[in-house]
């Protein structure tokens, strides 16, 4: 286990419930924060050592233990999860990689940037430069292959999803959907604000691993390029 | 060997069991939506388990085997003929090189409405395996053949089998589908109905009891927008107790999802690895072969049953498919890991 002797603070309410006959929810009481999504990683790590622990699935504030019941009676999982939770110090920021993501903003990478602009109030170059100065955290990944949802995202930046979502947004397009940006891996109809574009592969079914990002990563993006 | 895609009908595909491990990377689990009727074929067919298979969506499709060969299929047979020879489901059949199969469309079907057959032949569809399936997940375009549907003029290659050559030649025999299993189907509603048992999901308390109660008492139809991703139902609107916005979590094939219109969306091996609906209900595991199964425009109860009821219904399938094996066993047929 990697540091965080020093937290003090107690582990929050941890509520289990089951999903299906072979899947366990752990779910936290809102607010979804930083330090409470540090201990669903860690709850994670240690779970995936168990053998009868299949997959391990980290959500907003929650995790799910796929397990298999003919191994583990599901009562009993259930105790080892509360008994260790408290136990568990948050995964030490320190210990998260940090992934720096080249972005072209605005132009044909970045058709939305200007409607990002009008409802943010800010201009053009001034929404790049604090994208671009924000330091990001993926909290989890789905929806898609590689698809990351990201915490940090500027509150100012903030933007509604568009009214009309493309029914195909171009693979490695970079948005802005409510407070949330993220990344598309891939071709795929969706709503958010393009501002730009990466020309790094999020998803290659093909390499180990196969995903850019994985739950904890902080993300930074570089503008390569700004067309305004 | 290979196989000859002449005509791939709606939605053909390679699947096998599912690619796990991944989910944590948002990569779903995919693979044949039922996996004991493909997991039967196989055995069948004297596979492993976990060969790939092909899954066929509403019949209309024709294949050509290049060399001699044995098939099994699970699932609706759309009227199913071998150069003419009829064929049934769960029948372990010989094939000589250059034989034609061929699904017929609905109407053929026996049972009027069928919706997905899946093949299994001696020696499995022998892709490479991406990340460790060779199911192919079709809204990220990879695993099975280039990660696309099949299309017409296709050749899928088939690995070795395991048959001895008389064995492949064996004249066919059949063994007894699930629905024939009385521990399979307890308490199973009259024909055209179809029972899905599930257990309560992590939100079903966002629901009034007697929204629950519609839940597990109104008939539910399936809709024609149903696909591999999921299939939606028809029939009355639940109401949420609670509004407002969930954060993501985990879904998982079987699980029953209340969007805002009130109609429930029972999720499958393609559905997205996470959600942001409320999860009403769970389809318990020994179940999910007869959702998979369920024609467009069947009639569905979504029972309730507790988690001990489940757990029994899934030794039960594995007692089904041991008492398979064993038959298979005694007649020498090899092993189904």
Redesign the interface.
């Known amino acids: 286990m990697t540091g965080g002797r020093a937290v003090a603070v107690p582990a929050p309410h941890l509520r289990l419930h089951p999903l299906g006959e072979a899947a366990l929810l752990a779910e936290l009481p809102p607010p979804a924060t930083l330090g409470a999504q540090r201990r669903i990683w860690a709850l994670a790590r240690e779970a995936r050592r168990w053998p009868e622990v299949q997959e391990t699935l980290p959500g907003m504030n929650n995790l799910t233990l796929l397990f298999d019941p003919e191994q583990v009676d599901a009562g009993e999982l259930e105790l080892r999860v509360l008994s260790l939770w408290p136990e568990l110090a948050g995964e030490d920021e320190g210990a998260a990689r940090v992934v720096e993501i080249p972005v072209d903003y605005g132009g044909e990478h970045g058709p939305d940037l200007h409607d990002v602009a009008r409802h943010t109030g800010l201009p053009a170059d001034e929404v790049v430069r604090r994208h671009a100065a924000g330091d990001y955290v993926v909290y989890l990944l789905g929806f898609l292959p590689g698809f990351a949802f990201m915490g940090g995202l500027a509150p100012e930046l903030a933007t509604p999803r568009r009214s009309e979502p493309r029914t195909a947004v171009p693979a490695r397009s970079v948005g802005i959907g409510g407070a949330q940006t993220g990344i598309y891996p891939l071709v795929s109809p969706g709503g958010w604000q393009l501002i730009g574009r990466t020309p790094l592969e999020l998803f290659d079914p093909a390499a180990e691993p196969p995903t850019l990002l994985r739950p904890g990563d902080r993300v930074r993006f570089l503008a390569r390029s700004v067309e305004l | 060997m290979t196989i000859t895609v002449l005509k791939p009908g709606m939605l053909a595909s390679v699947q096998d069991l599912g690619r796990?491990?991944?989910?944590?990377?948002?990569?779903c689990p995919g693979g044949a939506l039922d996996t004991l009727g493909l997991a039967l074929a196989n055995r069948l067919v004297g596979n492993e388990d976990g060969a790939a298979g092909l899954e066929l969506t509403l019949g209309n499709c024709e294949l050509r085997f290049e060399a001699d060969t044995r098939i099994a299929l699970a699932g609706d047979d759309f009227g199913a003929r071998l150069d003419g020879q009829p064929l049934w489901p769960l029948w372990s059949v010989p094939v000589r090189a250059g034989q034609r199969l061929r699904l017929a469309g609905v109407n053929a079907s026996p049972h009027k409405a069928g919706l997905r057959t899946w093949l299994a032949v001696a020696g499995g569809i022998d892709l490479a395996p991406?990340?460790g399936s060779r199911s192919t997940?079709l809204?990220?375009?990879?695993?099975g053949l280039q990660?696309r549907a099949l299309k017409k003029g296709d050749v899928l290659p088939v690995g070795p089998s395991r048959l001895g050559e008389a064995q492949q030649r064996r004249r066919p025999f059949g063994v007894r589908g699930p629905e024939w299993d009385e521990d399979l189907c307890e308490g199973e509603a009259p024909p055209g109905f179809i029972t899905l048992r599930t257990?309560p999901?992590?939100e079903c308390g966002h629901f009034s009891e007697a929204m629950r109660r519609r839940f597990h008492t109104a008939l539910w139809r399936v809709t024609p927008q149903s696909n591999r991703m999921g299939s939606r139902l028809d029939g009355p609107a639940l109401a949420r107790q609670r509004e407002g916005d969930m954060?993501?979590?985990?879904v998982?094939p079987?699980?029953v999802q209340v969007p805002p219109s009130g109609l429930p969306i029972v999720l499958m091996g393609d559905a997205?690895?996470?959600g942001g609906y409320p999860?009403i209900a769970?389809?318990?595991?020994a179940d999910l072969w007869k959702l998979a199964q369920a024609p467009l425009g069947a009639q569905l109860r979504l029972a309730e049953v507790d988690?001990a009821t489940?757990?029994a219904a899934?030794a039960a399938q594995k007692r089904y498919l041991a008492s398979v094996h064993q038959g298979l066993a005694a007649m020498g047929w090899p092993g189904a890991a």
């Open positions: 796990f491990g991944r989910r944590e990377l948002g990569i991406v990340l997940d809204k990220a375009g990879f695993g990660g257990t999901g992590p954060l993501s979590s985990a998982i079987g699980t997205q690895t996470t999860r769970v389809v318990i595991r988690a489940a757990l899934w």
